[in-house]
Structure formats: C-alpha cells, structure tokens
C-alpha cells in the first residue's frame, strides 16, 4: 500500500514543488492550507485519487485532526513566513507560527503518525561571526519569527510519542514553483532584472545562505525515507551556498544577460546569516546540487513561457501584498 504524507502549508512555496515529487515519488498526498494564494494551484491532480486538499485554518484543531486521518507522515510548512511577514501583525504571526504547533505535534502523535518533519529556519543562529555556523553553535536568534522557530523546535524534540521526528533548518530558497514567491532574493533580483532591467540592492554586504526549492524538495523525501537512527530527533542545516548580497546581485545580472543597473540603497541591516551543511553531508550522505544559476534560469524560462502575471506587482507572489489584501487574522 502506498504510503500517506500530510503536508501542513501544502500550497505554499516550498509545498507545491514538494507535492509533485511526493506524486513521483508513489505516495498519497494530503494538503492542508488556507489556500490564499490560489485555490487552482492543484488543478492537475483534482481527478487523482492519491490526492486530497483541505481548505483551512491550522488553528482550528478539528480540521487538524480530521486531516491527519490515515496519514503516516506529517510535513510541516505552514507558517507566516519571513521576518517582514511576521512582523506585519506579530499576534497573528504567534497564533499561526507558536501557539497551534504543540496541539498538532500531540495530534500527530495521538494519530500515530510515524514521522514528523518540521521546516525551521536558518535565522535561529541570529548573526554569527564564525565562518562555519553549524548546528552545535547556540542559536541567538534575532527576530520574533526565528525566535517562534526555535521554539517550536524545543515542543517538537521534547515530544516523548514514538514519532520520528526532525527538524530543517533551511537557508534562503530560490527557484521556481507552482506557487510563486518574488519577495525571496534571488527571485526578487532575478524578477526585476527581467521586467526591470534594474536590481534594487539595500545594503549589500549582508550575508545570505542560499539554496535552491528542489534541494529542499529532496532534502524532505530523503527525511521520509531515511533510517530513524539517523535523523530522530536531530536538526539539519541545509544550504548550497553563502553569498553577499551584492554578489547575488552581480550573478543575476550575468545570467540575464543584457544591460542591467545595479542600484544601491543604504540601510541598517543586522540580518547577516551564513550557514554551513556539512552534517547532512557526512551524516546522510546529502549534498545539495543545484546552484543560484539553475534557479535564475528557471525563473528565466518560466517568465519567458508567460508562466507569470504582472510579477512586478501582482500580490498573488508576494506575501505581505496579499496578506494585507485580505486582511488575513
């Protein structure tokens, strides 16, 4: 029989590459999500039986609960994610991000879910100076959302269900998905470099890992597959590459091509994070393998098949847009 996974945020960035290796990969796929950034964005599943989509709310614990019937693997994604996104009605970012993940992590376990994989983030080490930061260094983390994170973490590790568990902590994904996001860096730089022909740089000697959204992707089918001994209850870095800012820039502006200005804006940014991932290497035999190049191109390819609408202001690929569109509370 195949087996069920339930992605919580399915529909999101990272979610909507995620569900389609899942279905390449023989599972059953559950979505949960509020669908606020389309309701299509599954349409080419809708007649598959392997597939279900929930519309709604992770707060309400019924809706948690009845999605996690049959279901033998929890993928977590859902959150409100990014520091400006959550810093856009904090009480909101806390209900969403904090206060509803340890009642899903005892539902999980009361449903004898038998592995559930968290998606943290990078951001928990806060600034470090030290050229390798790896998972032994004590996070210090900066913002409201990184500190939320870090603290979900502790609720999932201190779970004493027999559920697998483990924890991603992520870099700054780029690349292209069936959900779209333009307010990540690369992606960001990459949109307006293409519809633009100029790149809006603030600072530029901030530190950002980055990694592209099918390392992610595998990253998470590896969790699923990989033996409990090896990832119960630890959390993984995960990245390709640190850049700054301004060279994240300049690589765009090679890739794409033609004339491009680089326009650079000062600002106080204290959000510098690099990022080291040679656990996951040496441990599960992981390394990621696509480069910001692949994920340019993409971005390139999918602009020029007119796979995007207005993807300069359109607030379907931002997230603060649209949650202040609707009024998300």
């Not at 339930?6 to 899942?22: C, F, H, K, Q």
């Not at 959900?179 to 992606?187: A, I, S």
């Not at 390392?215 to 390709?240: E, G, Q, R």
């Not at 996951?280 to 390394?287: A, N, P, Q, R, T």
Request: proline fraction near 3%; aromatic fraction near 10%; charged fraction near 30%.
């Amino acid at each position: 029989m195949k087996e069920s996974v339930l992605v919580i945020g399915g529909a999101g960035y990272v979610g909507a590459r995620l569900v389609e290796s899942l279905f390449n990969n023989n599972y059953n796929v559950v979505v949960l999500d509020l669908f606020i950034y389309g309701k299509n964005i599954f349409d080419k599943y809708r007649n598959n039986n392997s597939f279900k989509q929930i519309q709604g709310d992770i707060r309400n614990l019924d809706i948690v609960k009845s999605s996690l019937e049959n279901i033998d693997y929890v993928v977590h994604l859902a959150c409100i994610s990014n520091d400006p996104s959550f810093d856009l009605d904090p009480n909101l970012g806390k209900s969403i991000n904090f206060d509803c993940f340890e009642p899903i992590v005892k539902l999980s376990s009361e449903k004898q879910v038998k592995r559930f994989l968290f998606a943290s983030s990078s951001s928990v080490y806060g600034s470090k100076e030290e050229e390798k930061v790896i998972e032994e260094l004590s996070p210090e983390p900066q913002t409201d959302y990184a500190k939320f994170k870090l603290e979900c973490e502790k609720i999932l590790l201190n779970d004493k269900s027999n559920m697998i568990k483990s924890i991603a902590r992520p870099s700054t994904v780029c690349g292209y998905s069936d959900r779209q996001r333009f307010d990540l860096t690369v992606n960001i730089f990459t949109n307006q470099a293409l519809n633009n022909n100029k790149i809006t740089v603030f600072g530029g000697k901030q530190m950002r890992p980055a990694l592209h959204i099918q390392d992610m992707v595998d990253f998470y089918l590896l969790l699923l597959k990989a033996p409990p001994k090896k990832i119960n209850n630890k959390f993984f870095n995960i990245s390709k590459e640190n850049f700054t800012i301004m060279d994240v820039a300049q690589r765009i502006k090679s890739i794409v091509g033609k004339e491009i200005e680089i326009e650079v804006k000062e600002i106080i940014d204290n959000r510098s994070y690099k990022i080291c991932s040679d656990k996951i290497k040496d441990e599960l035999d992981f390394v990621p393998k696509y480069e910001i190049e692949d994920a340019v191109k993409e971005l390139i390819d999918a602009n020029n098949n007119n796979k995007f609408t207005d993807p300069l202001s359109n607030s379907l690929y931002y997230n603060i847009k649209k949650m202040k569109e609707i009024k998300l509370t």
